[in-house]
């Protein structure tokens, strides 16, 4: 059964899209794996999901993008070294203390943090916009009300003046006839 989608992405839709991307980018997996995965758990097509990644969230998660393919790198040299220390890692005594985080974890976590807190700041500027896209909403509205109201005002108007002119040129013509007769019996 073929998936036929056309409604509006919303931002809950625009969040999972762009988690489920940059998971598998610092995964090492492909965009088009992700694409797929969200397109399942949406009811829509792939090509949808990546169509709306490159056309519109993308844009909004470059610098998670860039931390996640750095965390991918990150994990290759990690994975590296494990596999070259597995001898070693065997080698340690049950009872040694596990040893503290490296300085890399440390530097991977606190770029986590201010990606988080970014996200965080863009979310709350995004509820900021969505209510003043409310108010500006309301305010349009309102306009729209009192243009109608202007324009049957307008109307109004228009139709007083055109009689109001009518009558000025009636008035004008007698003064004329006044005017004219008043010169025929003076002479």
Request: glycine residues 4%; contains cysteine.
């Given at each position: ?26 995964e090492g997996g492909t965009q088009l794996k992700a694409f797929d995965e969200v397109g399942k758990k949406l009811s829509r097509t792939g090509a949808a999901c990546g169509f709306r990644w490159n056309s519109f969230v993308r844009k909004q998660y470059e610098s998670g993008i860039e931390l996640a393919k750095q965390q991918r ?115």
């Amino acid at each position: 059964m073929p998936i036929t989608r056309q409604d509006a992405w919303s931002q809950d839709e625009d969040l999972l899209l762009a988690e489920t991307v940059l998971r598998h980018i610092r995964e090492g997996g492909t965009q088009l794996k992700a694409f797929d995965e969200v397109g399942k758990k949406l009811s829509r097509t792939g090509a949808a999901c990546g169509f709306r990644w490159n056309s519109f969230v993308r844009k909004q998660y470059e610098s998670g993008i860039e931390l996640a393919k750095q965390q991918r790198k990150e994990l290759k040299k990690q994975s590296k070294k494990a596999a070259a220390e597995i001898d070693d890692v065997a080698a340690i005594p049950q009872t040694e203390e596990a040893s503290q985080p490296e300085e890399a974890d440390k530097l991977s976590f606190n770029v986590i943090i201010s990606y988080l807190e970014d996200l965080y700041e863009k979310a709350e500027r995004a509820q900021h916009q969505e209510l003043n896209i409310e108010t500006y909403t309301e305010k349009i509205k309102n306009l729209e009300g009192r243009i109608y109201y202007l324009s049957d005002e307008n109307k109004k108007l228009v139709s007083e003046l055109k009689a109001i002119e009518s009558d000025h040129r009636a008035l004008l013509e007698i003064m004329e006839r006044a005017r004219k007769m008043v010169t025929i019996k003076e002479t």
